[in-house]
């Protein structure tokens, strides 16, 4: 598959020694077709990695993967998809709006404990050497700006179940560096990520790719919930996935680590930004809830 002018410049961002050292490495990347999955394997690949792609579905993005279409639910496949593996990225997650997260939460809540407690669990019985856990922003208490702690978060987590269930994931990985010291388990947190691959269903789609569908379906007017005024950190896919590359290489000595730009913007701005794009008719509905005011990583 042709890649972006984005990926293409997006490449080369980590330092050659680094990705040196995945050559030859066998790889397991779960949710190798998703969004910032198929990124890290597509950066894997050029490095010489063997790369195992495991997921839910059938699609296949570049040709010198091993993919394998699976349910991390299961904890004897889960056992099966590390064994002999040198590194595992554990990127699979489920995404959904917020209406949707708010009246299914269990469809989000019990897989994401399933999954996240499986896949670590079988890494540490087949003794992988290194492994990176993506968590989300949503695992923050609610705040304006999301500083590292070193220790708890105090506060639940905004993204109610979803942020419960990978905050769990985060105090598993925790919890084995304490008992078994291993400390080769890093922890990241990104923020709003955008970019190829993402999930356009109107159901449990993201503000971008939810827009650029409507714009798309050519909607008239473009129907924006609240006054537009709400504030969030976006960053692209690819850099993304760098982040998550050097945090499984580096560590994050034993905490986890924020992955966004740390700029704030608008989502007014941002529906300037793809009316500068393609031309459409925007009308902000202020009866609507405009969600939380102000959602920005620092990643200082």
Not at 18 to 28: A, D, E, S
Not at 130 to 141: E, L, N, Q
Request: hydrophobic share 40%; net charge neutral.
């Amino acid at each position: 598959m042709p890649q972006t002018r984005a990926e293409q410049l997006s490449k080369g961002m980590i330092a050659d020694s680094i990705m040196r050292f995945f050559y030859r490495k066998n790889i397991v990347v779960t949710g190798g077709s998703g969004l910032i999955g198929r990124q890290i394997v597509s950066r894997l690949v050029e490095a010489g990695a063997s790369v195992r792609s495991v997921s839910l579905d059938e699609i296949q993005v570049e040709d010198k993967v091993e993919y394998v279409k699976g349910d991390l639910c299961d904890f004897e496949f889960c056992k099966r998809m590390v064994k002999d593996m040198d590194c595992v990225f554990h990127v699979a997650g489920i995404k959904g709006s917020i209406e949707v997260t708010k009246s299914k939460p269990a469809s989000f809540f019990v897989p994401l404990l399933m999954m996240n407690t499986n896949m670590l669990e079988a890494c540490r019985l087949s003794k992988v050497d290194r492994v990176v856990y993506t968590s989300s922003i949503g695992t923050y208490p609610s705040a304006e700006i999301f500083k590292e702690q070193e220790g708890e978060d105090e506060g639940p987590p905004m993204d109610m179940f979803p942020g419960w269930a990978k905050r769990m994931a985060e105090l598993q990985v925790r919890a084995y560096q304490i008992q078994y010291s291993l400390t080769h388990y890093a922890v990241v947190r990104p923020c709003n990520v955008y970019g190829p691959g993402d999930n356009f269903d109107p159901a449990n789609a993201m503000v971008i790719p939810t827009l650029m569908r409507r714009i798309f379906s050519k909607e008239d007017p473009v129907v924006i919930w609240g006054d537009g005024t709400a504030i969030r950190d976006f960053a692209y896919s690819g850099d993304v996935a760098d982040g998550v590359i050097l945090a499984l290489y580096h560590g994050t000595g034993g905490r986890y680590v924020n992955l966004g730009s740390g700029i704030g913007y608008t989502i007014r701005e941002l529906v300037e930004a793809l009316q500068s794009v393609v031309p459409f008719r925007a009308q902000y509905d202020h009866t609507k809830p405009t969600g939380f005011p102000r959602r920005v990583m620092d990643i200082s």
